[in-house]
């Protein structure tokens, strides 16, 4: 399995976002939302005088709940009728689906449509959500320091959990919006699998792909424990099953690893969640959210990269905004070629251009990729803003990898 072996959940931003009008108050503000620079939206809004929207947008990126959702409210508030409350309701959407309150999140979409009621986007994913909302909410029974081993399979990391009071090793994925397992994964359980009618996935090939929905009572790893976690349901014929024994039809998604707040794993096969850590002074938040995907600012020798970081995929990639953005670079290194991206349902052949290697920095730790391709297509929506699609390929072969969503931070150690 090449690249993304298992789908991108409802991937990345679920809108086209609309940017509010041009402001002669900050135009500069303007321009950062609508190029998604949500980091140096971030260092802007600091001005007193900044517009609410804009706050809660950078406040949405980082991960501050209750300031994002107080100042998007407000700028709702402030402006009902404008092309802004479009954008508004869109960001409230996705903090809230970060978040796991599908109730809350179907609320807010109820609204929106309430405002924009021909909006396509909107009616697939209230179809979305309307099914969720049926099920009770995940939540944290306990929440203790947690170490295990896993595993490296087909260049994906496994980790055991327990599901109901059965063992599993199932693929950890932090670009999948929701877990996902199979129907003979999901009856071995003893999951009740329920229709989701109406509802689609896309995937990393841009496929989109039905499913139906269960839900486990209880999900253990380590010392941590969970009730109710939504899982949604595809056929065993599905990638990345088809090729998995039974115990290991399984994906761990976001709500569940988002909730842990902590992770890191390293070389010799240690995951854990729930250590304590102590930020170093000065350091800023590098990590963000661009709609539903975590990314990373990195550095390389000629500039930026903002990196989607995407523990399901085996392979990085770098997106066509890199070749867009550094021309020059990719036309003297690089060599014609095509990459297959592949997800739950499908695989498309793309071309690109392929780089011998590729060096780049996380706060100075600096680590090299060989024979990455520069794909010159998306394949997967709302990536035009992404320099970089990294997979397990690169976090394998670094030391350790620590991802701290309460700091909002992205480490490796080379």
Same mark, same amino acid.
């Given at each position: 399995?090449?690249? !993304? #072996? %298992?789908?991108?959940?409802? &991937?990345?931003?679920?809108?086209?976002?609309?940017?509010?009008?041009?402001?002669?108050?900050?135009? $500069?503000?303007?321009?950062?939302?609508?190029?998604?620079?949500?980091?140096?939206?971030?260092?802007?809004?600091?001005?007193?005088?900044?517009?609410?929207?804009?706050?809660?947008?950078?406040?949405?990126? %980082?991960?501050?709940?209750?300031?994002?959702?107080?100042?998007?409210?407000?700028?709702?508030?402030? &402006?009902? #009728?404008?092309?802004?409350? $479009?954008?508004?309701?869109?960001?409230?959407?996705?903090?809230?689906?970060?978040?796991?309150?599908?109730?809350?999140?179907?609320?807010?979409?109820?609204?929106?449509?309430?405002?924009?009621?021909?909006?396509?986007?909107?009616?697939?994913?209230?179809?979305?959500?309307?099914?969720?909302?049926?099920?009770?909410?995940?939540?944290?029974?306990?929440?203790?320091?947690?170490?295990?081993?896993?595993?490296? @399979?087909?260049?994906?990391?496994?980790?055991?959990?327990?599901?109901?009071? @059965?063992?599993?090793?199932?693929?950890?994925?932090?670009? &999948?919006?929701?877990?996902?397992?199979?129907?003979?994964?999901?009856?071995?359980?003893?999951?009740?699998?329920? /229709?989701?009618?109406?509802?689609?996935?896309? *995937?990393?090939?841009?496929?989109?792909?039905?499913?139906?929905?269960?839900?486990? *009572?209880?999900?253990?790893?380590?010392?941590?424990?969970?009730?109710?976690?939504?899982?949604?349901?595809?056929?065993?014929?599905?990638?990345?099953?088809?090729?998995?024994?039974?115990?290991?039809?399984?994906?761990?998604?976001?709500?569940?690893? %988002?909730?842990?707040?902590?992770?890191?794993?390293?070389?010799?096969?240690?995951?854990?969640?729930?250590?304590?850590?102590?930020?170093?002074?000065?350091?800023?938040?590098?990590?963000?959210?661009?709609?539903?995907?975590?990314?990373?600012?990195?550095?390389?020798?000629?500039?930026?990269?903002?990196?989607?970081? /995407?523990?399901?995929? #085996?392979? #990085?990639?770098?997106?066509?905004?890199?070749?867009?953005?550094?021309?020059?670079?990719?036309?003297?290194?690089?060599? !014609?070629?095509?990459?297959?991206?592949?997800?739950?349902?499908?695989?498309?052949?793309?071309?690109?251009?392929?780089?011998?290697?590729?060096?780049?920095?996380?706060?100075?730790?600096?680590?090299?990729?060989?024979?990455?391709?520069?794909?010159? @297509?998306?394949?997967?929506?709302?990536?035009?803003?992404?320099?970089?699609?990294?997979?397990?390929?690169?976090?394998?072969?670094?030391?350790?990898?620590?991802? *701290?969503?309460?700091?909002?931070?992205?480490?490796?150690?080379?």
């Amino acid at each position: 399995m090449k690249a !993304k #072996t %298992f789908v991108q959940l409802v &991937a990345g931003s679920l809108f086209a976002i609309a940017g509010p009008p041009a402001s002669a108050a900050a135009p $500069d503000l303007k321009a950062l939302y609508d190029n998604h620079q949500w980091i140096e939206l971030r260092d802007a809004v600091k001005a007193s005088n900044t517009p609410v929207f804009y706050r809660g947008a950078a406040d949405a990126a %980082f991960n501050d709940f209750s300031a994002a959702d107080k100042n998007l409210r407000a700028a709702l508030g402030s &402006a009902p #009728t404008s092309g802004q409350s $479009d954008a508004a309701h869109e960001l409230l959407i996705e903090l809230y689906m970060r978040s796991g309150r599908y109730r809350d999140t179907l609320g807010v979409i109820e609204a929106a449509l309430a405002h924009n009621p021909a909006a396509e986007d909107l009616k697939n994913v209230h179809a979305l959500y309307s099914a969720m909302s049926k099920f009770p909410e995940q939540s944290m029974a306990a929440h203790g320091p947690s170490k295990v081993s896993y595993r490296m @399979k087909n260049g994906n990391m496994y980790v055991p959990f327990t599901i109901n009071g @059965k063992q599993a090793d199932f693929l950890v994925d932090t670009g &999948a919006n929701f877990s996902m397992i199979s129907e003979s994964e999901a009856r071995r359980l003893g999951l009740e699998i329920r /229709d989701a009618k109406g509802a689609t996935m896309g *995937d990393s090939s841009g496929t989109q792909l039905s499913f139906r929905m269960a839900l486990a *009572d209880r999900l253990s790893l380590g010392n941590a424990e969970f009730r109710h976690v939504l899982f949604l349901v595809v056929g065993d014929d599905q990638q990345p099953f088809v090729s998995l024994a039974e115990g290991e039809r399984g994906v761990i998604g976001f709500p569940v690893l %988002f909730s842990l707040e902590k992770l890191r794993w390293n070389k010799a096969g240690e995951f854990e969640t729930g250590f304590a850590t102590r930020p170093e002074k000065g350091d800023k938040p590098n990590l963000y959210f661009d709609g539903m995907r975590m990314f990373v600012r990195a550095q390389f020798s000629q500039g930026k990269l903002d990196m989607f970081i /995407d523990t399901g995929a #085996t392979h #990085t990639r770098l997106m066509p905004r890199f070749a867009t953005d550094y021309p020059v670079f990719v036309q003297q290194v690089g060599v !014609k070629g095509t990459n297959r991206v592949t997800g739950v349902s499908g695989s498309v052949e793309v071309d690109a251009m392929m780089l011998p290697e590729l060096k780049f920095s996380v706060r100075g730790s600096e680590t090299t990729l060989d024979a990455v391709p520069v794909l010159l @297509k998306d394949t997967a929506e709302d990536m035009d803003q992404c320099h970089a699609w990294i997979g397990m390929d690169m976090m394998k072969q670094v030391d350790s990898v620590t991802i *701290d969503f309460k700091a909002m931070s992205f480490t490796i150690a080379p």
